[in-house]
T-cell receptor, first 115, second 110 residues
Framework: EAGVAQSPRYKIIEKRQSVAFWCNPISGHATLYWYQQILGQGPKLLIQ????????DSQLPKDRFSAERLKGVDSTLKIQPAKLEDSAVYLCASRLALRGIYEQYFGPGTRLTVT | QKEVEQNSGPLSVPEGAIASLNCTYSDRGSQSFFWYRQYSGKSPELIMF????GDKEDGRFTAQLNKASQYVSLLIRDSQPSDSATYLCVVIRSASKIIFGSGTRLSIRP
C-alpha cells in the first residue's frame, strides 16, 4: 500500500512570495489533514477535510493560507504572501475515516524556508 | 494552560532501563489518546493508542490512561538506542479536535 505522498520535499522562497504544497493521501482515506510543525514544537493542525468538505479550519490563517481538496482526493495548501514565521515543515496526513479509532498516516513533509 | 502538556526533556535513560513519558490534558471530554514517535527530520509514526482507563501493552511499550487525573503515560521497557526520538502525545477531543503536545525528547545512552 502506497503511503501519503507530498511534494515538493523542500522549498526556499523570499518573503512576500507565494508557494503551494501538494498532498496525495492513501487510497480510500476520507479524512485529510494539513499540519504546520515549527522546529522544536509539535504539529499544529491547520485544516481538516472530510472528503472534499472542510471539517475544521479554525487555526488556518485565512488572510494568507488557503487549502482545497477537489474531488475528495488530492489536496493543495497555498501560502500567499509568505512571511518569515511561515518557515516550518508542512505535514499532510490521512485517515481512513473521521470517526472511530483510526491511525493518522503522515507524509514525509515539505520543509519551507522563507528568507 | 496548554491543552496538552509534555515535559520537553531531554529525558536521558540508560540502555536497558525503563523510560517513562508523561502527558497531561485539560479537557475532561477528551476521548482517545495516541503516542507518536518522531525521529529527527522524519514524520511522526504511531506507537500506540488508548481510550479506556488502565494499561495497554504492546511489546516493549505500555500506555497508561487515567481519565480522572487527566494524564496518559507511555512506558518503554528495555530501552534501546533506537528508541531515542521525540515522543508526541496526541489527544482527540472530538472528531475534529486533534491536539498534539509539543513532545518529549528521549535519549537512550549506551
Amino acid at each position: 500500500e502506497a503511503g501519503v505522498a507530498q511534494s515538493p520535499r523542500y522549498k526556499i522562497i523570499e518573503k512576500r512570495q507565494s508557494v503551494a504544497f501538494w498532498c496525495n493521501p492513501i487510497s480510500g482515506h476520507a479524512t485529510l489533514y494539513w499540519y504546520q510543525q515549527i522546529l522544536g514544537q509539535g504539529p499544529k493542525l491547520l485544516i481538516q477535510f472530510q472528503n472534499n468538505g472542510v471539517v475544521d479550519d479554525s487555526q488556518l490563517p485565512k488572510d494568507r493560507f488557503s487549502a482545497e481538496r477537489l474531488k475528495g482526493v488530492d489536496s493543495t495548501l497555498k501560502i500567499q504572501p509568505a512571511k518569515l514565521e511561515d518557515s516550518a515543515v508542512y505535514l499532510c496526513a490521512s485517515r481512513l475515516a473521521l470517526r472511530g479509532i483510526y491511525e493518522q498516516y503522515f507524509g514525509p513533509g515539505t520543509r519551507l524556508t522563507v528568507t | 494552560q496548554k491543552e496538552v502538556e509534555q515535559n520537553s526533556g531531554p529525558l536521558s535513560v540508560p540502555e536497558g532501563a525503563i523510560a517513562s513519558l508523561n502527558c497531561t490534558y485539560s479537557d475532561r471530554g477528551s476521548q482517545s489518546f495516541f503516542w507518536y514517535r518522531q525521529y529527527s527530520g522524519k514524520s511522526p509514526e504511531l506507537i500506540m493508542f488508548i481510550y479506556s482507563n488502565g494499561d495497554k501493552e504492546d511489546g516493549r511499550f505500555t500506555a497508561q490512561l487515567n481519565k480522572a487525573s487527566q494524564y496518559v503515560s507511555l512506558l518503554i521497557r528495555d530501552s534501546q538506542p533506537s528508541d531515542s526520538a521525540t515522543y508526541l502525545c496526541v489527544v482527540i477531543r472530538s472528531a475534529s479536535k486533534i491536539i498534539f503536545g509539543s513532545g518529549t525528547r528521549l535519549s537512550i545512552r549506551p
